[in-house]
């Protein structure tokens, strides 16, 4: 089981990364896409000692056969039935009380009408069998007295529903489901479960698979995924780089990714204005300052007649420092040098080979924190595709905040 970008969300966010020359955390991001159903995917792939059934091409998954043979009318009849409710005649007859199921609260009505042995049967065979007997079910029905709930269950009796044929020349209705299901198990069934060696479905529809076992299994899954999201940073990380973006390691390893590539400044120190050298000795001996801090540590003695010229001069290093990637500024608005790396010496040259030779997923599993960040849960927008407000702290381990704007 994989967890995967939504595409529609992955293509948006590229594209606010690309329009800003910020950098943003890939384990922030990656925890943003696994905040919402919305914004992933899951990828299904039974074990070799494991079976995944699928009702038709695109139909409804499940782990064991019996459950989707049994509700297949349920899942699929929308697929070959159109389905009509409409009201008959006021039920007749005194009826002093009405069955009611305990674990629904759906009202199945008095025990000696000729609707509740069926209702009862079809509600225990869609929705409890796997969980108990239905001697044991039947335990859980209770007789309700109330005239309110009475008149209740009598003006629910009155809606009659009707399924007719969608794939015949000429089209049959039926008018209950017991018999829209058994035409539809002698005409269509024949064929229709099969087994899927892999699926993926989105994120909001596997929140709501109808087979609990697979949807728990899911879930604890994405949960463990949510604390340490190895799997969906590489996703991001190949896509990231397909896109053209920039994937670099800075502060305890993290990866994160930009637009533009990041590099230490191998100009002459003598070749560069003062000032472009005063904002690079500041970012040395004050590393994560922001732009507002490093404007007070640069324009001091500040002359009213220069003051708004020296603040556009130091705007525009900056911008030529940060464009050209030998400063790097992160979505939460501190600024800093890239890495640099560190010759090897003759004793740790095989050493520094054998690293080079690792997989990327073990590169990207190294990037993961083996603790949560200080705020696991990560603000965001309501859609799919506009996120908002990612907490990074030290860029991706607690602490600060990291934002994509919306489009």
């Known amino acids: 089981m994989r967890f995967l970008p939504h595409p529609p969300a992955l293509e948006n966010v590229i594209g606010q990364i690309k329009a800003n020359a910020v950098a943003y955390s890939v384990f922030s991001l990656a925890r943003l896409f696994l905040e919402k159903p919305e914004r992933y995917d899951v990828h299904l792939m039974p074990k070799p000692n494991c079976s995944l059934h699928r009702l038709g091409e695109n139909g ?21 039935y159109k389905v009509d409710v409409t009201q008959s005649d006021p039920i007749k007859g005194s009826f002093s009380s009405v069955a009611r199921c305990r674990l629904s609260g759906l009202l199945l009505g008095p025990t000696n009408h000729h609707g509740y042995q069926p209702k009862l049967r079809n509600l225990y065979e869609q929705r409890f069998s796997r969980r108990m007997s239905f001697p044991e079910y039947q335990r859980q029905i209770e007789m309700v007295s109330d005239p309110a709930v009475v008149e209740q269950w009598k003006e629910d009796a009155r ?36 087994n899927a060696e892999e699926s993926t479905i989105d994120g909001v529809t596997s929140r709501q698979m109808p087979d609990r076992i697979l949807r728990r299994l899911i879930e604890d899954a994405w949960s463990r995924e949510t604390r340490s999201p190895s799997q969906m940073m590489q996703e991001l990380a190949k896509s990231f780089r397909d896109a053209g973006l920039q994937i670099f390691r800075h502060r305890r390893g993290m990866l994160f990714v930009s637009p533009i590539r990041a590099r230490p400044f191998a100009h002459d120190q003598t070749s560069v204005s003062l000032q472009v050298r005063a904002i690079l000795e500041t970012l040395i001996a004050n590393p994560r300052t922001n732009r507002k801090e490093l404007a007070e540590k640069l324009l001091v003695n500040l002359v009213a007649d220069d003051a708004e010229s020296r603040k556009l001069a130091l705007a525009s290093d900056l911008h030529w420092l940060i464009s050209e990637g030998y400063v790097i500024e992160f979505n939460d608005g501190s600024l800093d040098l890239p890495r640099v790396k560190v010759k090897p010496t003759a004793e740790s040259r095989d050493e520094t080979v054998k690293q080079a030779n690792k997989s990327e997923s073990e590169d990207v599993g190294a990037a993961v924190p083996t603790a949560e960040p200080a705020n696991p849960v990560l603000a965001a927008a309501s859609t799919a595709t506009t996120f908002a407000e990612v907490p990074q702290g030290s860029a991706g381990s607690g602490g600060a905040s990291d934002s994509i704007a919306p489009l």
């Open 60 to 80: 409804t998954l499940s782990t064991d056969l019996q459950f989707l043979e049994n509700n297949a009318f349920r899942f699929a009849q929308e697929d070959f």
């Open 159 to 194: 809606n009659v529903t009707t399924f007719t044929t969608l794939r015949e020349e000429s089209p049959t209705t039926f008018g209950s489901a017991a018999e829209a299901e058994r035409h539809f198990r002698q005409n269509y069934m024949p064929g229709l479960v099969r």
